[in-house]
């Protein structure tokens, strides 16, 4: 499965959106996360249906000088780490569950 067809998901629903940035609790309560600009973007646009792709779209909408190789690096990094944090399900599914590949490579 090509990872840019995978469809992140918040696992929290513990964040504060304000000012242009996004401040995000983790599940266990022990992590907060920051996130400004170009993060902010990507973790407002993890509703499980939005693919990596789309939200790569979306960032390189942002920043049209960027090569699109390279937002979507940062992109994948950034979902790697809000995993790592227990703060998403790098690819969701309803029916599925965690049963999806989740590793972001």
Do not use: H
Not at 27 to 46: H, M, P, Q, Y
Not at 85 to 105: C, M
Request: proline share 5%; net charge negative.
């Amino acid at each position: 499965m090509n990872v840019e067809d995978f469809t992140p998901m918040q696992l929290t629903e513990g964040y504060y959106d304000k000012d242009g940035e996004v401040l995000i609790s983790s599940v266990s309560g022990n992590d907060i996360v920051r996130l400004k600009g170009a993060g902010r973007t990507i973790w407002l646009s993890l509703n499980g249906k939005n693919s990596i792709g789309e939200i790569t779209d979306m960032v390189c909408n942002q920043f049209p000088e960027s090569p699109r190789e390279a937002i979507l690096n940062e992109v994948k990094i950034i979902l790697r780490a809000l995993s790592n944090k227990n703060t998403i399900v790098a690819n969701w599914n309803p029916l599925l569950k965690y049963t999806l590949p989740q590793d972001i490579r």
